[in-house]
């Protein structure tokens, strides 16, 4: 056995450490981050130093004003038994980047320079640029410096000691890789931003550094060479060993001698000191005030996307701002985070992130080489994972969790006189959606006596994907614990485990919005087309497996008996002869089925009651549903629904309606087949709402044009978008 195996096995008896306040921890629903269920979480990370992946990490989440939760694991150096601590020291690589843009902001806004001066104005040696054939090309602007679009190498090809000028002149030199602006390319760009910060401030790059970021935020141990106690606690740097599963040290330069202070790359910092920092940009963001000197409206301009349409980053879906990679579309390893996150990696490993949505900050502090993307690497994404499945948000009167019949980890959402309680702990069901006290979905009276445990019943309201006949069995997602996070006063998300089966997560976003107020069309004389409050539900299907997918959206909701089902048949017409199918009892699919409780009306298709056999699917893209109830309201499902895509449910099927045996029916709209490469996402959002309704008589019809009055004008309203591929997070 090699001396590094030897080392990893005993790593693997390390414990891991977890630092929180213990307000942070309570399990009453009203903290925002759960640390005790983080501890739970990050734990995963110790299985990556068991595969001799890592050698430790130091990790440490911090929401809004709290106090940081910290977890450390394994450790700093291997051969001396150190472990990792909260105040090991890192190289942060790339992470210098954003202190870097940060610095050069201040100088812009202080008047110094222009963000779209060309970098020729003040570094002389950037003027008459070319490309490599030889061709001209423009000038580089500092704004494409600082967004990785400006055409430069990521290195200026000098070795040895030398200068910051020295370091830019000899990139400025070397030809252009493309003209300006054209596309993205990480480079130098913040090689050059330092040296610019130096003729702009007439102080050395380090010096401006120090003075107006790291003394003023109290960063002690973040500097571009450390003194001998301070290199005692510096991490050693590993990339993988001679035999598999082991770990071998990285020769670095000594971090003592000081050398070029390199702009793009050259910290060494802590992760309590990066705390610092990104607090005080997050603070900035939201116009408070911070030592960083910075307005809200320049820091909001810095993490503002200014790449357009370029293809950017290390991971799909991003955009660049002025030294900072923001995520714009989550998906794969980012698929957890909120829209507008900011931040950067490195190439060790080390990640740090800002959600601002969320008021989050996530750092991760690891030290590797030689492992490929760090930013796509499985580490960050289980530490993405641990840190927002822990994640509650904040609580409000109106979104709270709370204790329901046998559920300990409910959501409540209320608005006026509608409420709506998510069940996490039994595969994400939405439990009531109850408008003045009465509840529009069945649910099953068994649910009252659910305990931790035991199996949740089928009904009430459900998600989940398809189609029938292919999807693998995923009892993780169907009926297994999901967490939850208040993500507004109105507003909740539901989050699953990644399910092995099927190769798929989900995400469940669930709001109450303000109900309609009837539009000049309506000739009711009424004032309001809905009894309460409409439910938006949207549900995230994403590629979380090594392969390409192909699902489909179900919305299963289960309405009690009895009922009128209303469907519209809409302007396409029908590939069925029947305008429906019958699955008879053989499992075959009858398109040309007859039966006495289904009945052509005025462009509808009435059911109205359970057929011969339970269950029916309709080919209908008119993109809505409605059941009228026999208390005197309607319910409406709303939907997108595309004629030009590829719908894989058997069939070709838009709706289902199934008659289960009980007092209840299940309305089931079916989404457009989503083909989901590994890290893709496709969303689905359906709006529920209840109206009051008179339910006909003996011998008469439900009210048609009074259905179509109030479903026709919900196209403008929110969640009635059409679906769409690759777009995922809040």
């Not at 089931?668 to 209840?690: D, Y």
Request: with cysteine; net charge negative.
């Amino acid at each position: 056995m090699s001396r590094n195996v030897r080392l990893l096995s005993v790593l693997s008896l390390l414990p891991l450490f977890i630092a929180a306040p213990a307000c942070l921890g309570s399990d009453d629903g009203s903290s925002a981050f759960d640390a005790a269920q983080y501890g739970s979480e990050v734990g995963g990370l110790n299985e990556f130093i068991r595969q001799g992946r890592i050698s430790g990490f130091v990790t440490a989440v911090q929401h809004d004003s709290d106090e940081p939760v910290w977890a450390t694991g394994g450790q700093a150096d291997m051969a001396a038994g150190r472990p990792m601590q909260q105040d090991t020291i890192f190289r942060v690589a790339s992470l210098s980047k954003t202190l870097t843009a940060t610095a050069l902001l201040q100088l812009i806004a202080a008047g110094r320079c222009g963000i779209d001066d060309p970098v020729a104005m003040h570094l002389p040696a950037f003027r008459q640029p070319k490309l490599a054939d030889g061709s001209p090309a423009r000038e580089p602007t500092i704004r494409e410096i600082l967004t990785h679009t400006a055409g430069l190498a990521n290195s200026s090809g000098l070795e040895g000691d030398r200068t910051l000028e020295q370091e830019v002149d000899a990139i400025a030199r070397r030809p252009l890789q493309f003209p300006p602006g054209s596309r993205w390319q990480y480079s130098s760009g913040l090689t050059v931003a330092g040296r610019l910060i130096e003729v702009l401030s007439g102080k050395s790059f380090e010096d401006y550094l120090s003075s107006s970021i790291t003394e003023p935020l109290g960063m002690r141990d973040t500097a571009f060479s450390l003194s001998p106690p301070q290199a005692l606690r510096l991490a050693v740097t590993y990339q993988p060993g001679d035999a598999p599963g082991s770990l071998r040290p990285v020769s670095i330069p000594d971090p003592t001698v000081h050398r070029m202070p390199n702009p793009s790359g050259g910290l060494y910092s802590t992760t309590g000191d990066l705390l610092k920092f990104y607090r005080a940009v997050l603070d900035a963001f939201h116009g408070r005030p911070t030592p960083l000197n910075l307005s809200q409206e320049t820091v909001r301009e810095m993490l503002t996307p200014h790449t357009g349409q370029l293809e950017t980053g290390f991971t799909p879906g991003n955009a660049w701002g002025l030294g900072w990679c923001l995520i714009q579309r989550p998906q794969g390893v980012t698929r957890l985070l909120s829209p507008e996150t900011f931040g950067h990696g490195g190439a060790w490993g080390t990640q740090a992130w800002v959600d601002p949505h969320r008021n989050l900050i996530l750092l991760l502090m690891i030290q590797r080489s030689g492992f490929g993307n760090s930013d796509g690497s499985e580490v960050r994404d289980a530490f993405n994972e641990a840190v927002l499945r822990s994640f509650r948000g904040t609580s409000h009167d109106t979104a709270k969790i709370t204790a329901w019949h046998g559920h300990q980890r409910a959501v409540e959402l209320t608005r006026g006189n509608t409420r709506v309680v998510l069940g996490p702990e039994t595969g994400g069901r939405v439990l009531e959606y109850t408008i003045d006290g009465r509840n529009a979905l069945y649910l099953d009276e068994r649910e009252s006596a659910w305990q931790p445990g035991m199996p949740p019943q089928s009904s009430a309201g459900r998600f989940d994907f398809g189609p029938e006949l292919v999807v693998p069995r995923h009892t993780v997602i169907w009926s297994g614990p999901w967490t939850a996070e208040i993500t507004g006063a109105y507003s909740a998300r539901l989050v699953s485990q990644r399910d092995p089966e099927s190769g798929v997560q989900l995400i469940r976003d669930f709001s109450l919005v303000e109900e309609a107020v009837a539009n000049a069309g309506n000739t009711t004389g009424e004032g309001r087309r809905w009894a309460g409050a409409v439910l938006v539900c949207r549900q995230v299907l994403m590629n979380t497996g090594s392969s390409v997918v192909e699902y489909c959206h179900w919305g299963r909701s289960f309405h009690p008996q009895p009922g009128i089902c209303v469907i519209p048949l809409g302007d396409r017409p029908s590939r069925f002869p029947s305008k429906y199918v019958m699955y008879e009892a053989d499992g075959g699919i009858n398109p040309k089925a007859a039966d006495p409780q289904i009945r052509e009306r005025d462009g509808v298709l009435e059911i109205l009651g359970p057929p011969r056999r339970p269950k029916l699917g309709f080919d209908t893209y008119a993109g809505w549903l409605a059941f009228v109830m026999p208390d005197n309201r309607l319910f409406v499902k709303r939907f997108p629904a595309d004629p030009d895509r590829v719908y894989n449910e058997a069939a070709g099927l838009t709706i289902s309606v199934w008659y289960p045996q009980g007092k209840m029916v299940e309305l089931e709209p079916i989404g457009p087949r989503e083909r989901l490469v590994p890290g893709a996402v496709a969303e689905f959002t359906e709006t529920w709402s209840v109206a009051e309704f008179s339910f006909p008589a003996a011998g008469e019809f439900p009210d048609l044009a009074r259905i179509r009055q109030l479903v026709v004008p919900a196209a403008a309203e929110p969640g009635a978008g059409a679906s769409a591929v690759s777009v995922g997070g809040r």
